[in-house]
């Protein structure tokens, strides 16, 4: 059974870069679409963009601007930056695998446990 | 952000059937694109619990069946149990801009 751990500092100053890795464990990176996903305490569900694991990405229109996820085939990782960070930002963040075979079918079976990080001086 | 609208709360009696919609637009449910169901336990992470407008995960209680019409699609759950007490959330495919994955505005299940 695959499992997704995700990773990086609880706690990032606002303008400044969050950081965040997932590693795959028990599993291949290859083949699959890796997501990041996040949410605002109390509030929703947000898709924030997804890497395949030969390094093409998809990014949510809304933050794409400050987003970028890049992939480790070695590490079997995949990582998340968001810039110029503010509260709004405050949120949990998970990585989670894509099922589904043609992208208006995909959704997301297989999610880590998420990480909160909090934007804050 | 959310394209994609869920009433906040539904409940019922144990063994009672309740149902979630999840109401979308032209440009993603009315589409004809999939729908996917979300549960989320209090502290944990979503789960995925229907999967292409009516599968369901190996684990998943029969309890529950989704379907899909229109611009809209629903989660019903059949003989509520207590352990069914969560938030549960709607996944499409939106073609607006350059397409995105969309989540509902969410729904808490209360078991009376």
């Known amino acids: 059974q695959v499992q997704l751990q995700e990773s990086g500092p609880g706690l990032v100053k606002p303008s400044e870069t969050l950081s965040l890795t997932c590693t795959v464990i028990g599993g291949s990176i290859s083949s699959y679409y890796w997501n990041w996903i996040r949410q605002p305490p109390g509030k929703g569900l947000e898709w924030i963009g997804y890497i395949y694991y030969s390094g093409s990405t998809k990014y949510n229109p809304s933050l794409k601007s400050r987003v970028t996820i890049s992939v480790d085939t070695s590490k079997n990782q995949f990582s998340l930056k968001v810039s110029s960070v503010t509260a709004a930002d405050t949120a949990v963040y998970y990585c989670?695998?894509?099922?589904?075979?043609?992208?208006?079918?995909?959704?997301?079976?297989?999610w880590g446990q998420g990480t909160l990080v909090t934007v804050s001086s | 952000q959310s394209v994609l609208t869920q009433p906040p709360s539904v409940s019922g009696a144990p063994g009672q059937r309740v149902t979630i919609s999840c109401t979308g637009s032209?440009?993603?449910?009315?589409?004809?694109?999939?729908v996917h169901w979300y549960q989320q336990l209090p502290g944990t992470a979503p789960k995925l619990f229907i999967y292409?407008?009516?599968n369901r995960p190996s684990g998943v209680p029969d309890r529950f069946s989704g379907s899909k019409s229109g611009t809209s699609a629903s989660l019903a759950i059949t003989g509520l149990q207590a352990e069914d007490e969560a938030d549960y959330y709607c996944q499409s495919y939106d073609s607006s801009l350059t397409g995105l994955y969309v989540f509902g505005t969410g729904t808490k299940v209360t078991v009376l």
């Open positions: 032209s440009s993603n449910i009315g589409a004809g694109y999939d």
């Open positions: 989670a695998r894509t099922g589904g075979y043609n992208y208006w079918q995909y959704y997301f079976d297989n």
């Open positions: 292409g407008n009516t």
